[in-house]
């Protein structure tokens, strides 16, 4: 067994206008696939970016909101997750904090619900 944490903010996020976000890389696997925990502050964002690969993005406390191509504003609140497909722009964003895991990679699949 190996315990460690994984929400400790290790690099700020400074590209595409963001602000208040920090990023800790948590695991990777065999291909393409990673696991990084976002830290939003309140009021900060994560800027407009396109996905380097499908990413399933997944909101573990706080709220905020998440954003496509066309900019509207979404809600988005613990426990509830967003996909983005390859090459799609989005932002996100919280006025009161927030933290979220993006996993991504080219086989990453949301299971349908049951």
């Known amino acids: 067994m190996q315990l460690f944490?994984?929400?400790?903010a290790e690099k700020v996020i400074d590209r595409f206008?963001?602000?208040?976000a920090t990023a800790t890389r948590v695991a990777r696997g065999d291909g393409s696939i990673?696991?990084?925990c976002l830290t939003v502050a309140p009021g900060g964002t994560i800027g407009e970016h396109p996905a380097t690969a499908r990413q399933i993005f997944l909101v573990v406390a706080g709220e905020g909101w998440v954003a496509g191509a066309d900019g509207?504003?979404?809600p988005i609140a613990a426990?509830?997750?967003?996909?983005?497909?390859q090459g799609e722009e989005h932002a996100s964003?919280?006025?009161?904090?927030m933290t979220a895991l993006a996993?991504?990679?080219t086989s990453v699949e949301v299971f349908a619900a049951e």
């Open 17 to 20: 206008d963001s602000v208040d």
């Open 34 to 36: 990673q696991l990084t």
């Open 79 to 85: 426990g509830t997750g967003v996909q983005w497909e």
């Open 72 to 74: 509207e504003r979404v």
């Open 5 to 8: 944490r994984f929400d400790r």
């Open 93 to 97: 964003g919280s006025e009161t904090g």
């Open 103 to 105: 996993l991504e990679g």
